[in-house]
């Protein structure tokens, strides 16, 4: 077949692939690039719900640099997501070490293990809600019980993000463990068999042989944790509401109370974009070290 031939061939192809195509980009762009346009659109303007529309530039963005309580919000999605990310993925990759060894009734442990993140976040909120309470929860009984004095949890502003970061970590642990644990299970058995003729410790094994090779998992579970924990709100919002005072309001609540609160939407958009931002360059970056340690 000459070369002109396969041309006109593909070129037919095209045309016949195309209507096939079309659904799908029709949903593209009403669901996430009209959206994120006129989003940016909204940006760059005031504008309140009932009121004006009015150009202003880059003014919200500019006003975004000056708000003391927005800058520390973004303090606050930093440090919850830190938290958020470390924990769970070190005791997930524990977790998966554990539940990748054969024991009786493993199966069994396994799925107990995973059941909290089976529930909504919703669902577990209002039962951590209620567990935190510092006259009527269960938790400050059992601390009591045994004679450690109780605490206030999340009615406390140095505590609080440290007790929503303890349910995040009860919840997505799971997650991170059964990432991780597909990675054990294509691991090869070669590598561990030369150590153990050599003499390696379990210890030696794990951090020289088993963190290298099921390294590009764990990074896709931080990525995988670190967006979601950046976005968190729901667990926030029905635990603490961003209390005591804003001492929990993360960027998310600051945006819903911009957007739904205060009505101010030219703002609450910039805050999106701003918000969007973060998440990408945060991703790219954990991308970034995934693809480095893969081709070392």
Known sequence: MTAAATGLRGRNYARNYWPFLLPAGVVVLAVIIFPWLFTLYMSVHEFKVGGD?????????????TDDRFLWSVVRT?????????????????????????????????????????????????????????????????????????????YDSVSVIPTLVMVETWQWTPLVMLIVLGGLASLPIDPYEAAT???????????????????????????????DALKAFDLIFVISGGGPGTSSETMNLFLYLQAFSFYNMGYAAAVTVVFFIIILLVSLLLFSARQQKQWQ
């Open 53 to 65: 529309f009015t150009f202003i530039g880059l003014d919200n963005y500019l006003r975004l640099t």
């Open 78 to 154: 930093l440090y919850f997501t830190a938290l958020s990310v470390v924990l769970p993925v070190v005791l997930g990759v524990a977790a998966a070490v554990t539940f990748h060894k054969k024991f009786p009734m493993r199966g069994i442990a396994r799925t107990i293990f995973i059941l909290p993140m089976m529930a909504t976040p919703v669902a577990v909120a209002l039962v951590w809600t209620m567990t935190f309470h510092p006259q009527l929860g269960v938790l400050n009984y059992l601390l009591t019980s045994v004679g450690i004095p109780p605490s206030q949890w999340t």
């Open 197 to 227: 003729l050599d003499g390696a410790s379990g210890w030696d094994m794990f951090r020289h042989i088993t963190v290298p090779l099921v390294w590009p998992h764990i990074i896709v579970a931080t990525v995988i944790r670190t967006i």
